[in-house]
């Protein structure tokens, strides 16, 4: 090797790693990395989309607001309630009493792949405790949109399980010693809702949202010109 073909791969060298020194540049594999699904500033500015969209909508009383902001069964549900009021009033609400979320917390997961996830904590000024919405983002060209939305009661609240980061740790679909495993969650609790405990006991125990929430059904749905079917 010649003197000056050694400068010079010493000289690429050097330029090589002023430059990954400069940029900070680190390949990261989407598909199995583990990080956080979102930033606590970007959560705060989805949450707040989602809460100028939701007044909007339901002031002027058109369902396709929602649209960017939310999906699955939240989306179903608010557009089909915003469809029958748009019916009566066709001009809209304009004493609609805007939403407020306040004093937000964001529940944060660290995953890997897509979709990803996370859940925003917030008071509301229509009371009734502590709002829970789940935000998912399906792909990276795909927008953040409220997908589920719970109400729970100060009391009921659970607390979260954090690292020591305050990054939510998730329970796994499958494979946790919860009594029922989160993904067959759906499925136990509506089987419960329309046949009743199953033979050996039911895994939810008696309150509002199981047995007394059975006790309402039963007792409307068949009343005088009227019969309710749940599905």
């Known amino acids: 090797m010649t003197r000056r073909s050694h400068a010079v791969r010493r000289f690429c060298t050097l330029v090589a790693a002023v430059s990954v020194a400069a940029t900070g540049c680190v390949t990261v594999h989407g598909e199995s990395a583990v990080i956080p699904s979102v930033d606590r500033t970007e959560a705060a500015e989805v ?3 989602f809460t100028e969209a939701t007044n909007e909508a339901n002031t002027e009383l058109d369902a396709k607001l929602t649209v960017p902001v939310e999906s699955g069964p939240l989306a179903a549900i608010d557009q089909a309630g915003i469809k029958a009021r748009a019916a009566r009033n066709p001009d809209g ?21 897509w979709p990803k996830w996370f859940v925003a904590d917030a008071d509301s000024n229509r009371g009734g405790g502590h709002w829970l919405v789940v935000f998912t983002r399906p792909s990276p060209d795909q927008a953040w949109r409220a997908s589920y939305l719970s109400v729970v009661s100060e009391r009921r609240m659970p607390e979260p399980v954090l690292d020591d980061e305050g990054y939510a740790e998730a329970v796994p679909a499958s494979g946790s010693d919860l009594l029922v495993p989160p ?49």
């Open 47 to 49: 949450l707040e989309r």
């Open 183 to 231: 993904g067959r969650l759906g499925r136990e609790y509506a089987d419960y809702l329309q046949k009743g405990p199953r033979a050996g006991g039911s895994p939810f125990a008696d309150g509002p949202a199981t047995s007394q929430l059975r006790e309402r059904r039963g007792a409307q749905q068949r009343t005088r010109g009227k019969v309710t079917q749940y599905a």
């Open 93 to 113: 609400n304009p004493g609609f009493k805007p939403l407020e979320l306040t004093d937000p917390k964001f529940l944060i997961p660290r995953t890997s792949g």
